[in-house]
């Protein structure tokens, strides 16, 4: 069964330098155990969004939980989906420009750019437009 998997977390130094190491590791690893999806980082809290064969994920959602370089690990979401979102993404991560602030404010309503604060009912769909938005670099 294929689930989709998205969780908040903040960052344990409050500063992206975790980020290509977490990166080149995920493109890898996740490449190997067919998971897709993508990662988010704003102001010290990540977001990620984990697409794949449930025991994959949930197995893989367990290490990045255990992970020290964040803390305060939230799931936000996790069900059963009929295909993925982000087939070609072994993991990419989203940058922020106007365009995607704005798309980020639109499904917040307290306009507040605080990745953590996000409702759990709106991660998924906000990041799926996030991620359709013209314009975003894929690093
Ligand atoms: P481990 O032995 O725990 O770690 C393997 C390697 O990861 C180490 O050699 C080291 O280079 C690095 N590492 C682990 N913990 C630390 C640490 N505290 N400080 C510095 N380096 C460390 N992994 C994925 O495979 N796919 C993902 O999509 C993914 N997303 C992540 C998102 C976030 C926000 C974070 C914080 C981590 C993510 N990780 C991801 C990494 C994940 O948490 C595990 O480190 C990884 O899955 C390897 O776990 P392991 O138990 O097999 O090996």
Not at 66 to 75: E, F, I, K, M
Request: charge should be neutral; glycine fraction near 4%; aromatic fraction near 10%.
């Amino acid at each position: 069964m294929l689930i989709r998997l998205v969780y908040a977390s903040r960052s344990q130094n409050q500063s992206a330098q975790d980020l290509p190491a977490i990166l080149e590791w995920s493109r890898r690893a996740n490449s190997e155990l067919e998971v897709t999806g993508v990662l988010c980082y704003l102001d010290g809290v990540y977001m990620q969004y984990l697409e794949g064969e449930e025991s994959a994920v949930d197995a893989l959602f367990k290490r990045i939980h255990a992970d020290s370089r964040h803390q305060g690990v939230a799931l936000l979401e996790r069900r059963a989906i009929s295909r993925r979102v982000f087939p070609e993404w072994s993991m990419a991560l989203l940058d922020w420009n106007d365009n995607t602030r704005a798309i980020f404010r639109s499904f917040s309503p307290e306009a507040r750019l605080d990745l953590y604060a996000v409702d759990p009912s709106t991660a998924a769909p906000m990041l799926r437009a996030l991620v359709r938005a013209p314009g975003w670099t894929l690093i």
